[in-house]
């Protein structure tokens, strides 16, 4: 369910579109990857600007929730089965429920909504500077 109001950029795929809702005041940026059953939830106010803003060349996992009026910055990947209820910095991994930066990627060019590399790949270890404090 993807409300007619939401922003959507170009290049977006909907990777399995089963389950997927995108809020009214979302919006999502260029190239980005949504995997099945994501929510892009508000904050349930009303008459407000309550749902997320996505940047360009974002992965969103199967199951993620990105609840409120946060940002995920360009080029984050979120993990299957997250819940972000904060802002997420650019290049950042996030995995984890509430949703904990675990890494961050090298080229901060990096747009794994276009490769859709995940974790545990060649090309991921290649490419991300895990933080491992604390898992």
């Known amino acids: 369910d993807i409300h007619p109001n939401a922003t959507m950029g170009s290049g977006i795929m909907l990777d ?3 389950g997927i809702v ?18 892009l939830g508000g904050s349930g106010k009303k008459g407000v600007d309550r749902h997320p803003k996505v940047g360009n060349g974002v992965l969103l996992g199967a199951g993620a929730s990105v609840l409120g009026n946060v940002n ?4 984050c990947q979120v993990g299957a089965g997250t819940l ?14 509430p949703a904990k ?3 961050k990627f090298i080229d901060v060019s990096a ?17 991300i500077q895990f933080q491992m404090d604390g898992i």
């Open 16 to 18: 399995h579109g089963t």
């Open 22 to 39: 995108i809020g009214e005041t979302a919006v999502v940026g260029h190239n980005c990857s949504i995997l099945h059953h994501v929510t």
């Open 72 to 75: 995920i910055g360009d080029g």
């Open 84 to 97: 972000v209820i904060g802002d997420l910095p650019t290049g950042s991994v996030a995995i984890g429920v």
């Open 101 to 103: 930066i675990i890494g």
């Open 111 to 127: 747009q794994p909504g276009l490769g859709m590399n995940q974790l545990g790949s060649k090309e991921s270890d290649n490419s």
